[in-house]
């Protein structure tokens, strides 16, 4: 049996032609190529590449245990790549601070935030051993 595909002639040759026979044409030898644009983020598959965004005076504000701290980073430059969602910020509901958080300085929230997550990493390991301890179903 041959092995035919679809660019080559049918059983029969020219005969086949002459009777009637519509060829489909050629394939082209070049793939269609897609632009950049339609790689990577959805940013880019909704075509806004273009969507840069400069943040000027912009604040962090770090939760730690009962306290806060807005730190200050000034301007920042967002590629629209990385812009998913852009909205408004209700100012009287962002001032407000829930009840339990006291704001402290940012050195002092930020020495707890490093504590927390030097106790939050060997409370990992410790886990991550004794599981390991117990073997490769242990964790199922």
């Known amino acids: 049996m041959e092995r035919l595909s679809i660019s080559d002639t049918p059983p029969g040759g020219q005969n086949a032609q002459a009777q009637g026979s519509?060829?489909?044409?050629?394939?082209?030898?070049?793939?269609p190529q897609l632009p950049a644009q339609m790689f990577t983020t959805a940013a880019q598959l909704l075509d806004l590449t273009d969507t840069n965004l400069v943040l000027q005076d912009t604040?962090?504000?770090?939760?730690?245990?009962e306290y806060y701290a807005d730190v200050p980073h000034g301007v920042f430059f967002v590629r629209g790549e990385n812009?998913?969602?852009?909205?408004e910020i209700d100012l009287d509901k962002d001032d407000y601070i829930p009840e339990p958080y006291?704001?402290?300085?940012v050195e002092q929230v930020t020495a707890l935030q490093k504590k927390e997550q030097n106790e939050r990493t060997r409370k990992d390991k410790l886990r991550l051993s004794r599981l390991k301890a117990l073997g490769p179903d242990a964790a199922e």
């Open 59 to 65: 604040v962090e504000r770090i939760f730690v245990q």
């Open 83 to 87: 812009v998913l969602l852009l909205g």
């Open 102 to 105: 006291r704001e402290a300085s």
């Open 22 to 31: 519509v060829q489909p044409p050629p394939p082209t030898t070049t793939a």
